[in-house]
């Protein structure tokens, strides 16, 4: 089973980036999936998840109103559309789901390994 995130990159302050979370060896519309980063001296967070079975998304405070979460099931992927970033954005971003005994409600409980996680900086 592997989680690759991918669209990192360096972005402006005020501008955007999707990020995408791509899953071999799982279906992620059974899994709760949730948004991660951690910024440099920083414990990795929750910023973001979406349930399995509803789809109900939940955003940290640092974050909402400016990023969204969503599903794309036919291509087994969920995005993050991250707009009007801000410095404070710049971290390692990863996604992850809970695990098949979960309740596929948020936030996720982490399951597996992490992957590399995609970079994004933002800065003038």
């Known amino acids: 089973v592997q989680l690759q995130a991918s669209g990192g990159g360096l972005v402006q302050p005020g501008g955007s980036l999707r990020l995408s979370c791509a899953a071999t060896g799982r279906t992620l519309r059974y899994y709760a999936v949730g948004w991660f980063r951690q910024a440099p001296g920083k414990e990795r967070e929750e910023i973001s998840c979406?349930?399995?079975?509803?789809?109900?998304?939940s955003y940290s405070d640092s974050v909402r109103g400016r990023f969204s979460i969503a599903r794309d099931n036919a291509r087994n992927a969920v995005y993050l559309q991250m707009n009007s970033l801000k410095v404070e954005d710049t971290a390692v971003y990863y996604c992850?789901?809970?695990?098949?005994?979960?309740?596929?409600?948020?936030?996720?409980?982490?399951?597996?390994?992490w992957g590399q996680g995609t970079l994004v900086t933002v800065s003038s």
């Open positions: 979406i349930t399995s079975r509803d789809g109900i998304t």
């Open positions: 992850m789901t809970d695990s098949p005994l979960d309740d596929g409600l948020c936030p996720v409980k982490p399951f597996g390994s």
